[in-house]
């Protein structure tokens, strides 16, 4: 990727990043555009918001983080990789800011350069990074399969075959047989030792399946944030779960959206407003669910920097490490 870049002309590159802009921008207006047509609406909202269900929101989408520093901690411990629950907080929590560089490559590369402070293997690191990659689109195919399903939206069924076969396609991609020599082929290229043991099959399914549970309850809380401004059944909890994991999904595959800017605001816009289908409802969720998780990757790193306090900057010594934080 770097040396495509750097082969680019500056007139090229400076063409490219107006490109992005634009998209990201007119996207943006938008919505805000929508926002302003119904701006009374909008205001009437935004002042008799259920501040009880924020919160509830907030819990959730901290129990989505939670769990997945706990996956990421389980998941280096399958590959003989010990870290404390805290250590792996700190790491999961601060290498998610990689998104708004933008892209998951950031965040894998976050993770690797954290390794040598964790003192772990940065090899067995970046071969956990991919193995997250997949189970997370694994699991997020899986969330949108059941939300086409049972969900509300009837129109969107056509989509079931596409998202089992997407599904079924990704869970053969884990199994060791595949996975290990594509990843050893990629080390062979950097110059690195190779990986003699993968994840097992049965353990890697298990994985993907307790992926789903992160991007369950993110769903869970901005169906919450959605609740907080409209009055909406219980049954579109489902339908926020399918729309925010695409979303995501959707967001962090568009590179050069960082952390899914514009992309992911359009589709939950566009897909609330389908589910709802009230005045500017689809247009508030996006702009609100967007400055939520913006406060919450914010408060996350901030606290991942307190917790590595000085050692962020001080490589630990492998030897002594015991995988405690």
Known sequence: ???????RSPALRWFVLAVKILIIGGLFAYLLREMAKEWVEVRKRIVEVDLLLVAAAVLFQALSMIVLAVLWRLLLGAMGEKLGMIAAARMQWLSALGKYIPGKVSTTLGKICLAHVEGKSPTLVGLGCVYEILFCFVASAAVVLMAVI????RSIRFATVPAAAMVAILVVCVHPRILLPVANWVLKKFRREPIAKAVSYPRALL???GYTLPYTLSGVSEFLLLRAFFDVPGRCVIDMMGLT???????F??????GGLGVRDFLISRGVSLLVRRPAAGELLAVSARLFGLVMDVASGVISLV???????????RSRDRGLA
């Open 307 to 317: 917790f590595y306090g000085k050692s962020l900057w001080q490589r630990r010594d």
């Open 1 to 7: 990727m770097s040396e495509g870049s750097s082969s």
């Open 207 to 209: 994985f993907a399946a």
């Open 253 to 258: 595959a568009v590179l050069f959206a960082p």
């Open 245 to 251: 994991t695409l979303g995501t999904a959707l967001g």
């Open 150 to 153: 049972f969900g509300s939206l």
